[in-house]
């Protein structure tokens, strides 16, 4: 069974820092990989696929990179600002579009 | 194109009563699915499902719960004779393909009292 982890758990950096999230996941077999953002009380808004046969994937500030073999993905936010504050969810693509969720990591950037 | 749309946002429902949660996928989606994220809990895969099939319902409780996605209309995920722990957030995602970027909705907010 796919097991996601995200590490850390929560985050507080001062505005301006550039900064990693990382995500584990314990079976290589996937399709894609996905990362999100969740504010509070709101839904998920998508921010990155990396497909299986791709290493990475940039989106302005945003790149996120994904070594399969070794089961870890990193989300790379460049000159972090107060707005990026969320929580940020990474999630793995298996079987049938099956997501498998990490639980998190809680970003605060402090203006 | 609109996105992922849920309704309502917001369900209040007393213990026993019948919730029933509403998605309607983007435009020229077949693909949807149901996930549920239990408070200070990351979001479980429930149900997939295409037009009028079901095509995997691995994570769905075997009782009270039920989904369909006819074929006109929103795909529509059923809780019966809700109980204080079927409190959560459920998601809907939809695609318009197997193992393409998957977007999702708003949520809906059930709260059972």
């Known amino acids: 069974k796919q097991e996601v982890t995200q590490i850390p758990a929560a985050l507080s950096v001062p505005e301006g820092e550039n900064l990693v999230l990382n995500c584990s996941f314990t079976?290589?077999?996937?399709?894609?990989l996905q990362w999100f953002r969740q504010d509070p009380g709101k839904g998920l808004t998508s921010l990155l696929l990396i497909q299986s046969s791709q290493r990475e994937q940039t989106s302005g500030r945003l790149n996120a990179s994904l070594d399969k073999s070794s089961g870890r993905s990193t989300l790379y936010i460049a000159a972090s600002q107060p707005g990026d504050s969320a929580t940020y969810l990474c999630a793995v693509v298996s079987d049938f579009n099956k997501f498998y969720f990490g639980s998190g990591t809680k970003l605060n950037v402090k203006p | 194109n609109a996105g992922v749309m849920q309704n309502p946002r917001h369900l209040v429902r007393r213990r026993g009563q019948e919730a029933r949660l509403r998605c309607s996928p983007m435009?020229?989606?077949?693909?949807v699915y149901w996930y549920r994220q239990l408070p200070e809990e990351g979001l479980k895969f429930m149900v997939y499902l295409q037009k009028e099939n079901i095509i995997d319902e691995s994570g769905m409780p075997k009782e009270r719960f039920s989904a369909e996605f006819p074929k006109e209309g929103p795909s529509i995920l059923r809780i019966q004779q809700v109980v204080r722990g079927d409190s959560a957030a459920y998601f809907c995602a939809s695609s318009p393909e197997l193992n393409t970027e998957a977007f999702f909705g708003q949520g809906t907010r059930l709260t059972v009292v």
């Open positions: 435009k020229g989606h077949s693909h």
């Open positions: 079976d290589s077999a996937i399709y894609n």
